[in-house]
């Protein structure tokens, strides 16, 4: 087996879509995994480095609740991708976008925490956070951040073989429907976490 | 054969993060045995007759209605609600209940004015007798205090319990203070000094029995009243035997339970353990949820071990001159350094709060050994006028007295500012002075 590059998979073009041919989904879930992980290290690490937090309790979150973030991630917008791609013709499996999204994910997560640790690193030195600071400590990332989503973007649209525009339609309806379930699901614990399952609430649910 | 294996791996993740959500959701550790033991012995039950405490409670009960009778039920209703799961619907009714009995017209602040009370008693007696007619009710019912036996709070209530409306309550003494006053100005002292030393005595009990910071501090703040009145009272002309012996009587040294904190921190720590344990019944939603952020007994430990290693009980019983050199030496990082530990993950909400609520009692210790302070201003004052000691012998005086009535803190003798006519020390907190007019 070809051995990959992180450099590699951030940056070539067609990587990210030969590596998620060449290995087998249980990888693809791993990789999930290790996304989650990396992208719970980006707030805890700062926590244990600013002593809210200590390194035992980050460690554990990172390992407990990393890979379950990965999973929740992964599973809801590969499904969300592979129903608005069935809808617009798309031919890719929904595996295909899973593999897609695991290997995209994981430069993604890495571009967030060494954003987050340089500006941990900065805060540590005592470096004032100006804006032409600020905009410095980010380009790696931003760069990092900006091929995998190219990459991305550019697999999903070659996998489900749609033309430029379809594919900026189907990319962009995937966000926005992940960005709504997002809210709608976060709105939902808030109004249980606000009224509980009380008289409160129910009455806003429909009666029978 | 990889798809079988990818639904297996998709199920055992499922489960696995079920099992921990469920598991983290049911566990909570067991109490700390010592902290059990500390909380093990029985204090009085509140609702019971003699208990001044309720009638405190009730003390603004509408019209007519007896402060006994309106504060049991006040506290009965607080149980119910809370056992019902409906505080926030109880604090909402209490909001919106303007029946309640309300004190009528403004109290003078006296602070700064020379003769205190005394003077303006005999200046403004219209504005004296108005205010004694307009609260008529409030401050026979203030009167009516002195009646009951015993007082109880209710400490393991938790800090949701009603609270009293103290500010009635401390306004009604003083317009009975301002009456007493003007009743000394009109001629014979003894009757009226004898009435404040019997206001005082009760407000003596109120501290020792006091199991909380709030009555503790009003009871502080309601005894300088009746310091200042006797010392006004007692600098403001030659007393005879009888009243000096009054006077004396209302200003003698504090016993260690009246003015020492030890035993009302005890019941402050005591009334968060049992807010901790009732959290959950308050909280919403009850159930799940709650049971996931929130655990009593984690919760509890923290707070115990942190009681512990503050070790507050001991500082509460220091000499005023101990605390002083405590608190500096705490005001260089006494904080304990708390940072989100493991119990985290299965108490967030505890933990969060854990790290949040960091109590300081050092500035309401502070506040008894302020109060030490101005009993020994007053009877300085009363002392000076009894010996007749004149302003060029005055620091002499006090260097003279600064073993019994120096400042609490340094062990100095008070200072002396000849063009205020007055005499000070610092209080605790370094930022204010506590001062008396001669």
């Given amino acids: 087996m070809k051995r990959t590059s992180l450099v590699h998979l951030a940056f070539g073009l067609r990587s990210v879509d030969e590596i998620a041919w060449a290995r087998t989904g249980i990888a693809a879930v791993i990789v999930n995994a290790v996304s989650g992980m990396v992208l719970v290290a980006a707030p805890v690490t700062p926590m244990s480095l600013e002593s809210i937090a200590t ?114 339609v189907s990319l962009v309806l995937t966000f926005a429907l992940f960005l709504m379930v997002i809210m709608v699901a976060g709105g939902f614990l808030l109004l249980i976490l606000r009224y509980g399952m009380s008289e409160n609430l129910k009455a806003l649910l429909p009666r029978p | 054969m990889s798809v079988t294996l990818m639904r297996w791996t998709k199920a055992a993740v499922i489960c696995f993060y079920l099992l921990l959500i469920v598991g983290l959701a049911l566990y909570d550790e067991k109490l700390s045995p010592q902290l059990v033991r500390d909380m093990a012995q029985p204090l009085p039950e509140v609702i019971e007759p003699g208990n001044g405490w309720i009638a405190f409670l009730g003390f603004d009960a509408p019209p007519g209605v ?57 200046a403004h007696p219209d504005e004296v007798a108005a205010l004694g007619r307009d609260n008529e009710e409030l401050l026979r019912r203030y009167e009516g205090l002195r009646t009951y036996p015993r007082y109880s709070e209710p400490v393991d209530d938790g800090f949701l319990a009603p609270i009293p409306g103290y500010a009635p309550i401390k306004k009604s003494c003083q317009v009975k203070l301002l009456q007493l006053a003007g009743k000394a100005g009109q001629g014979v002292l003894s009757g009226p000094l004898e009435r404040v030393r019997e206001d005082a005595e009760f407000w003596r009990s109120i501290a020792r029995s006091s199991n909380t910071l709030i009555s503790r501090m009003v009871a502080f703040a309601i005894l300088k009243l009746h310091f200042r009145v006797a010392a006004d009272l007692g600098g403001s002309r030659q007393l005879n035997g009888k009243e000096l012996a009054i006077v004396e009587e209302i200003l003698r040294p504090f016993d260690r339970s009246e003015i020492g904190l030890a035993g009302t921190l005890r019941g402050e720590f005591r009334c968060l353990q049992q807010s901790l344990r009732l959290l959950p019944l308050e909280a919403k939603p009850r159930g799940f949820v709650t049971t996931l952020l929130y655990k009593p007994n984690a919760t509890r430990n923290r707070h115990y071990d942190d009681w512990q290693a503050l070790d507050y009980i001991r500082i509460a019983e220091m000499t005023p001159q101990q605390f002083a050199l405590e608190w500096k030496k705490a005001q260089v990082g006494r904080q304990l350094a708390r940072r989100l530990g493991i119990p985290f993950l299965y108490n967030p909400a505890g933990e969060i709060m854990w790290v949040r609520d960091q109590i300081d009692y050092f500035p309401y210790i502070a506040v008894g050994h302020d109060l030490e302070g101005f009993r020994r201003l007053a009877r300085l004052k009363v002392l000076a006028r009894a010996e007749n000691i004149s302003v060029d012998g005055m620091q002499q005086f006090l260097d003279s007295h600064k073993t019994e009535l120096g400042n609490p803190y340094s062990g100095g003798a008070m200072t002396w500012n000849p063009e205020k006519s007055s005499i000070s020390f610092p209080a605790g907190d370094g930022q204010y002075t506590m001062e008396i007019l001669l």
Wanted: positive net charge; contains cysteine; hydrophobic residues 50%.
């Fill in chain 1, 55 to 168: 390194p035992a309790l980050g460690a554990l979150l990172i390992i407990l609740f990393g890979p379950l973030i990965g999973f929740f991630c992964s599973s809801i917008y590969a499904r969300l991708e592979w129903f608005v791609g069935t809808r617009l013709g798309g031919k890719a499996s929904l595996d295909d976008l899973y593999g897609i999204f695991a290997w995209s994910f994981l430069p993604l997560s890495v571009a967030l925490l060494l954003c987050t640790l340089l500006f941990s690193f900065l805060d540590a030195l005592k470096v004032p956070l100006e804006t032409v600071t600020m905009i410095a400590a980010s380009i790696p990332s931003l760069v990092i951040g900006y091929c995998s989503l190219r990459n991305y973007c550019s697999n999903v649209i070659a996998v489900q073989q749609y033309t430029r525009l379809r594919g900026a």
């Fill in chain 2, 66 to 122: 007896s402060p006994y009778v309106h504060g049991e039920a006040e506290m009965r209703k607080y149980r119910d609600a809370r056992l019902a799961g409906k505080l926030s619907e109880l604090s909402r009714a209490a909001d919106a209940d303007k029946s309640g009995l309300h004190f009528k017209g403004k109290v003078p602040t006296f602070y700064g004015m020379k003769g205190g009370m005394a003077a303006f008693a005999a």
